[in-house]
């Protein structure tokens, strides 16, 4: 139930677009959010990477027009974790991790 009234909210407010929009302001920040899309009654895990003000998926198919949404499907997003940038292999550093949709929607957050 919960899950459905996260979904609801995200939906709103574009979550995605607007963690892109801070991402653009905090260019030494990488964040990670992880969950699933329900297809045909079934989980899919679900990974999008943010950084510099730009989504990628490293598990499906995203929508690059800024005029659509990122992804379709009916998607939950479970964890957030938020990364000293850039990456480097085997010295990842953690700096937030959080399970609040709306966390990191506060650019203070991002520090």
């Known amino acids: 139930m919960a899950e459905i009234r996260v979904f609801l909210i995200m939906a709103e407010i574009d979550l995605i677009r607007n963690l892109e929009k801070i991402s653009s302001m905090v260019p030494n920040r990488l964040l990670k959010l992880q969950g699933y899309l329900l297809r045909k009654n079934s989980k899919e895990f679900l990974e999008i990477i943010i950084y510099k003000g730009f989504s990628s998926s490293t598990t499906h198919q995203i929508e690059i027009d800024s005029e659509k949404e990122v992804i379709e499907l009916d998607?939950?997003?479970?964890?957030?974790?938020?990364y000293r940038a850039p990456l480097i292999k085997g010295a990842e550093v953690i700096i937030r991790e959080n399970a609040n949709s709306l966390f990191f929607l506060k650019q203070r957050n991002w520090t």
């Open 75 to 82: 998607h939950f997003f479970t964890k957030f974790t938020l």
